[in-house]
């Protein structure tokens, strides 16, 4: 895949090495120390801010908590190259397509551990869209997992994983997801499993919606392609989340077999147009 070219997104925020905001923390004083802090500030009538430092060890300044400058290694010169070509591409099918606007996603880089509007994430929940703060959270373990399925063509299956993302953003952008809340909330349970692989699906299509533009412009060869389509084959947010210890699971917890994955996707890639990824209609 060729992806040196690629406009670099701005909507990339990485903030890999930072403490994540780990429940139970807060600026490196546990919660026991501003209530010690609280306390002492009732008891004594002192500033509790003055008591914090004093626990802190520091001085006068409250500590910074951005520790670690955002690193740019290859990683996250891949993702900003991929997630503005996910933004040239969405904006030119939003235009002819839907003669609609196309409003982009962040898209935050993290490592270990997050807290998202949707809750607090592991790196082991895979990477998932959050409908609530419009954003794409994407863990670099995760990357590394996807290296050992598709081998030396790589890189297209991991854009694969974030455009599949970028999916769930365009569903949520035309009400699709909203729609398919409401409808989940009144059927049966089986319903609900249904619609949701069917989203889960729609999401690989819109996937390959974004490689059928990046193959026009001769980015990907055949072999990228297999490398994506064995990766939609092999980990799909199902393998993923079974190993997950987090509780936040924004994605849905039934997803369509590995065939039904690589047939949509195909279908994406293959024609390019958002009416040919109507998996609602589909038997
Ligand atoms: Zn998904």
Redesign the pocket.
């Known amino acids: 895949m060729k992806w040196g070219d690629m406009r670099r997104s701005d909507n990339v925020e990485d903030v890999r090495g930072e403490g994540s905001g780990i429940p139970g923390r807060a600026g490196g004083v546990g919660i026991g120390g501003i209530l010690i802090a609280i306390v002492a500030s009732l008891v004594f009538g002192v500033n509790p801010l003055e008591v914090l430092n004093l626990i802190q060890g520091g001085g006068v300044a409250p500590a910074p908590q951005r520790p670690s400058q955002p690193i740019n290694d290859r990683d996250s010169d891949f993702v900003k190259a991929v997630l503005g070509d996910t933004e040239d591409t969405w904006n030119q099918i939003f235009k002819q397509q839907l003669n609609a606007r196309y409003q982009a996603p962040h898209l935050v880089l993290f490592s270990s551990a997050v807290n998202s509007a949707c809750g607090f994430a592991r790196s082991a929940s895979g990477p998932?869209?959050c409908p609530a703060d419009d954003k794409v959270y994407l863990d670099m373990s995760f990357f590394r997992q996807i290296n050992a399925t598709a081998g030396t063509n790589a890189d297209f299956a991991r854009a694969y994983a974030i455009s599949?993302?970028v999916g769930?953003h365009v569903q949520n952008l035309l009400g699709i997801s909203n729609k398919v809340r409401q409808l989940q909330t009144r059927g049966s349970k089986t319903a609900a499993n249904s619609l949701s692989v069917r989203l889960?699906l729609q999401?690989d299509c819109f996937a390959g919606i974004w490689g059928h533009y990046t193959a026009e412009r001769s980015l990907v060869n055949q072999s990228d392609i297999e490398g994506a389509i064995n990766t939609a084959a092999q980990i799909g947010?199902d393998y993923l989340q079974k190993q997950a210890q987090g509780h936040v699971v924004p994605?849905?917890f039934t997803?369509g077999s590995s065939q039904q994955r690589v047939s949509w996707f195909t279908r994406g890639l293959k024609t390019g147009k958002l009416n040919q990824c109507d998996t609602f209609a589909a038997q």
């Open positions: 998932f869209y599949h993302e769930h889960e999401a947010d994605e849905a997803h």
